[in-house]
T-cell receptor, first 113, second 115 residues
Framework: AQSVAQPEDQVNVAEGNPLTVKCTYS??????LFWYVQYPNRGLQFLLK??????LVKGSYGFEAEFNKSQTSFHLKKPSALVSDSALYFC???????????FGQGTTLQVKP | GAGVSQSPRYKVAKRGQDVALRCDPI?????LFWYQQALGQGPEFLTY????????KSGLPSDRFFAERPEGSVSTLKIQRTQQEDSAVYLC?????????????FGPGTRLTVL
């Protein structure tokens, strides 16, 4: 069965510093991986996805993610954090058979000025 | 904007009442998903439609939950005889087709509180 894990409930970084939000996955076939962000009282917004190809995926708002097959990881990164990046981030994997997304528990990112 | 819309945004129900939650997907999107997000948790899959066909309802927690999409566009999630454990945010998402390549676009959700 497909699953993702986000080992950190919260990540704290200072504005201007690089940030990393961790995600590991477990799949039986090819991994189709996604990152979403959720602001308070709003739905999830798509950031980026890995389907195939380059291991470094670039997405919205300056975010990128690094796919590492040997470590089964798909960490979200940004070179310079903004206070406005503070939000709840979800990693997800697409289920091979049904198309549904299977989400991690989420990681709260707090960027301090 | 032509995003996914959901109504109502907030619903308070007394235990035992029936509720109906509406989702308007992005025009032309074939696939529609419903998810349930409990407080402090990630969204969990409920059910999936491709056009009007409900292809997967494996995530519906009980037979009190029912979803439909009769004309292949608007969808309604109905919960009968609501219980306190049904309190959650219900998210609707749509995508262009059932493919691993296409991201799902989410609505703002309906926050259901059962008293």
């Amino acid at each position: 069965a497909q699953s993702v894990a986000q080992p950190e409930d919260q990540v704290n970084v200072a504005e201007g510093n690089p940030l990393t939000v961790k995600c590991t996955y477990s799949v039986s076939g090819n991994p189709y991986l996604f990152w979403y962000v959720q602001y308070p009282n709003r739905g999830l917004q798509f950031l980026l996805k890995y389907i195939t190809g380059d291991n470094l995926v670039k997405g919205s708002y300056g975010f990128e993610a690094e796919f590492n097959k040997s470590q089964t990881s798909f960490h979200l990164k940004k070179p310079s954090a903004l206070v406005s990046d503070s939000a709840l981030y979800f990693c997800a994997v697409r289920d091979d058979y049904t198309g549904k997304l299977i989400f991690g528990q989420g990681t709260t990112l707090q960027v301090k000025p | 904007g032509a995003g996914v819309s959901q109504s109502p945004r907030y619903k308070v129900a007394k235990r035992g009442q029936d509720v109906a939650l509406r989702c308007d997907p992005i025009s032309g999107h074939v696939s529609l998903f419903w998810y349930q997000q409990a407080l402090g948790q990630g969204p969990e899959f409920l059910t999936y439609f491709q056009n009007e066909a409900q292809l997967d309802k494996s995530g519906l927690p009980s037979d009190r939950f029912f979803a439909e999409r009769p004309e292949g566009s608007v969808s309604t999630l109905k919960i009968q005889r609501t219980q306190q454990e049904d309190s959650a945010v219900y998210l609707c998402a749509s995508s262009t087709r059932d493919s691993g390549y296409n991201e799902q676009f989410f609505g703002p959700g309906t926050r259901l509180t059962v008293l």
